[in-house]
């Protein structure tokens, strides 16, 4: 089992609140990713690491801002969340191989 | 454009027996494809991963194979337990950037049933 951790698991938080979302990898992964997957349908790249101090936004457009500043650590954050950021949100990272493992999910509930 | 398509979108089947999901994409340059178990409220798991060269690749029960001519590749389950009631999500790599850009399917929705 993959060395990745998101936490919390699951959030159910009011319109307008800001939110961090957790995810950590133990494996010393440079790439590092976070999705956004809604019931029934594909996972959508919001953001993307190469590694300490890099950033970049994915295919979907994301109102979410994203931090690293260890290679270990890969926040994701909502500064005013809306009901439309329901979804679940996974975070990944990537081996030199190639392999890409994945955390197992923050499910998010704006109300 | 480049897409991964998965059918069916969702299979019952019972206990103990076999069935097969198929994977159709248009990705382009083509680097890998891999196959994805995913439980319900957690995060993917891979299954297998088949370069260019490779028509099929086994893991326990899963057999997945790979036509690259044809750009299809099937995942088969053999003897269905409970636990393989799950998502099963293909994922296609391409070669064009440095990224290493994945596309990923819908999935199919597997349930076994005693």
């Known amino acids: 089992e993959a060395d990745i951790y998101q936490t919390p698991r699951y959030l159910v938080i009011g319109t307008g609140k800001k939110i961090t979302l957790e995810c950590s990898q133990t494996m010393g992964h440079d790439k590092m990713y976070w999705y956004q997957q809604d019931p029934g349908m594909e996972l959508h790249l919001i953001h993307y690491?190469?590694?300490?101090?890099?950033?970049e936004k994915g295919d979907l457009s994301s109102e979410s801002t994203v931090s690293r500043i260890r290679t270990e650590h890969f926040p994701l954050t909502l500064e005013s969340a809306r009901p439309s950021h329901t979804s679940q949100y996974l975070c990944?990272?990537?081996?030199?191989?190639?392999?890409?493992?994945f955390g197992p999910g923050t499910r998010l509930t704006v109300t | 454009k480049n897409q991964v398509e998965q059918s069916p979108q969702s299979l019952i089947i019972l206990e103990g027996k076999n069935c097969t999901l198929q994977c159709n994409y248009t990705v382009s340059p083509f680097s890998n494809l891999r196959w994805y178990k995913q439980d319900t409220g957690r995060g993917p798991v891979s299954l297998t991963i088949m370069t260019f060269s490779e028509n099929t690749k086994s893991n326990g029960r899963y057999t997945a194979t790979l036509d690259a001519d044809t750009k299809q590749s099937s995942l088969h389950i053999t003897a269905s337990q409970l636990s393989d009631s799950a998502s099963y999500i293909c994922v296609v790599s391409d070669r064009g950037s440095t990224l290493g850009r994945l596309y990923f399917g819908r999935g199919t929705q597997l349930t076994v049933w005693p």
């Open positions: 990944a990272s990537r081996s030199t191989g190639g392999e890409q493992y």
């Open positions: 690491s190469y590694g300490v101090n890099s950033t």
